[in-house]
C-alpha cells in the first residue's frame, strides 16, 4: 500500500525530481507508521478501502421449497444470495485479509493489510452489526455462521489491534455470541447441524476474547453432538434430510472438526468425546462423499448431484489422523468465509498462539 500511495503521488506532482523526493519521503513515513504499529482507526480510516455501512437488521428468506429442507427452490436461493450479498461481500473481504496479512513475510506488510481488516470489522462492532432485528429462521441462521467467519478472522488479527480497537471489537464479539446463543435458548429449536456451527463460533469467540464463559458453552455443544451421533457415525437429524443427508453430514462435521481443532490448540482432545463420536462421523461421511450409494441406502432417496463435500475440515482432520483419511475426495476447497478464510491458515495461528515467526 505505501508503495502504491507513493506512486499515486508521484503522478499528481509535476516535477519529476519533487515528485521522487515526495513519493520516497511518503513512503518512508507510511513504512515506519505501519512497522511501529501506530495505526489507529483515525489513520486507518484514511489509507484504508471504506468498509460498507454495517448490518443490524437481517430479512432473509428460506431457500427450501419444502419442509423437510431438501429441494431447494430456484426463486427462493437467488432471493436469499441478493439478500445476503451486504454480508458475504463483508466476511469475505475481512477473511481474505486476514489470511493475506498472515502470508506475507515482511512485517510491514503484514501490518499494511491488517490495519484494514481490522478497521472495517471495528467500524461495524461501532454500528452493532448482526445486532438488531433478525426478521426470519434463516437470518438467525446467517447471524451464527457470519460470528463464526469474523471471530475466526479477528483471532488471525489480533496481533495487530491496538488497546481501543480492542476495547471495542472482544465486547461486542461477545455480545454478538450472545445474541446468537439466546436464539436456540427455546428448546423446540433444533439444535441439527445449526447448532454445530454456533460452537464452533463461541468457541472462536472464547479464543478471541479470553473469556472463559464461552469456551465452556463450545464445550457443552461439542459433547451435545457427540451424543447425537450414532453408532455407525450418522447424525439422525441430517439422515431426514433425504436427497440432502450426504451434504448436511458435511456441512455438520465441518465445524465439528474445526472446533476440535481450536480445543487440540488448548491441549484438548474433544476428538475423544462419546467414545471416537467425531472420529465415527468423519469416518461415515467420508464413505459417503467417495461412494454416494452409502447415503442413498440410508435415506433410500438417490442424493443431491450437488451435494458439496464441506470446506476446509479435510484438511485438518487428514492432517491429525492420517490413518483415517485416506481417501482421495477431489477438489475440497481449504477456504470459506465462515471458517475465518483458509483453514491451513488458521493451523499455523493456532499452533503459533497468534503471533507470526520471524
Known sequence: MQVAIAAAYATVVKTPRWALIVAIALTASLSLIFSAGFVGDAAAATI???????VRDIALPRFYGDKAGSVVDAKLAAAHKAAVAPL????????????????????????EVGVCALHWI??????????GTMETKQAEYQRKWDLA?????YIKLRRFAEPAQRAVIEPWLMRFAD???????????????????????VGAVAIATDEPKYWTMARGIMEDAARDIAPDGTLPAEVERKGRA??????????????????ASRGEDWYAFGNGALHRLAAITIAGLADPSLFEKLTDTEQ???????SGWYYLYKARFSDRAKVALGDIPDSHRWLGGNVLVLSEV????????N
Open 304 to 310: 443431491d448431484d450437488a451435494t458439496r463435500p464441506g
Open 48 to 54: 484504508c478501502p471504506p468498509p460498507p455501512p454495517p
Open 350 to 357: 493456532l499452533v503459533n498462539k497468534g503471533q507470526k515467526p
Open 122 to 131: 471495528e467500524t461495524w462492532a461501532k454500528g452493532d452489526a448482526w445486532l
Open 149 to 153: 467467519g469474523v471471530a475466526l478472522a
Open 179 to 201: 445474541t446468537a446463543r439466546a436464539f436456540f435458548d427455546d428448546r423446540d429449536r433444533k439444535r441439527n447441524n445449526h447448532w454445530y456451527w454456533l460452537g464452533l463460533a
Open 246 to 263: 450426504l451434504h448436511y453430514h458435511a456441512f455438520a462435521v465441518t465445524p465439528l472438526v474445526l472446533l476440535a481443532e481450536l480445543a
Open 88 to 111: 458475504t461481500a463483508f466476511v469475505r473481504q475481512v477473511t481474505q485479509d486476514a489470511d493475506k496479512s498472515w502470508r506475507r513475510s515482511k512485517l510491514d506488510a503484514q501490518i
